[in-house]
């Protein structure tokens, strides 16, 4: 069993920046492939970015590619995604997840472990 707790999300003014962290317990994220994920308002839970389970590739969706740094440390068992420039469409609850069966995935269904999830909310 693996528990994330996201942390970092909060109210901030288009342009500016936000970096969330997620913090595992019960197993070490060097097990895993790790991702963020988010869910705006009366939309689909969509992929935001994932850090692969080894060889330190990362994957972005292309709304938030450029903007957005997903990494890992795997000595404190914690990622975090850094966002910079952010957009009111960027306000959504952002969730952390682990996948412990492939190296990488944008899908949903393939994260076996979730956290609670953090709001961030951009102001326009």
């Known amino acids: 069993q693996v528990q994330l707790v996201e942390s970092g999300g909060g109210l901030v003014q288009a342009g500016g920046s936000l970096r969330l962290s997620c913090t595992a317990s019960?197993?070490?994220?060097?097990?895993?492939?790790m991702a963020w994920f988010r869910r705006a308002p009366g939309k689909e839970r969509e992929f935001v970015a994932c850090?692969?389970?080894?060889?330190?590739?990362?994957y972005y969706a292309d709304s938030v590619k450029g903007r957005f740094t997903i990494s890992r440390d795997n000595a404190k068992n914690t990622v975090y995604l850094q966002m910079n420039n952010l957009y009111s469409e960027d306000t959504a609850v952002y969730y952390c997840?682990?996948?412990?069966?492939?190296?990488?995935?944008?899908?949903?269904?393939?994260?076996?472990?979730w956290g609670q999830g953090t709001q961030v909310t951009v102001s326009s």
């Open positions: 850090a692969a389970w080894s060889g330190g590739r990362t």
């Open positions: 019960g197993r070490t994220i060097s097990d895993y492939a």
């Open positions: 997840a682990a996948d412990g069966g492939r190296l990488w995935s944008a899908k949903d269904y393939d994260y076996t472990y």
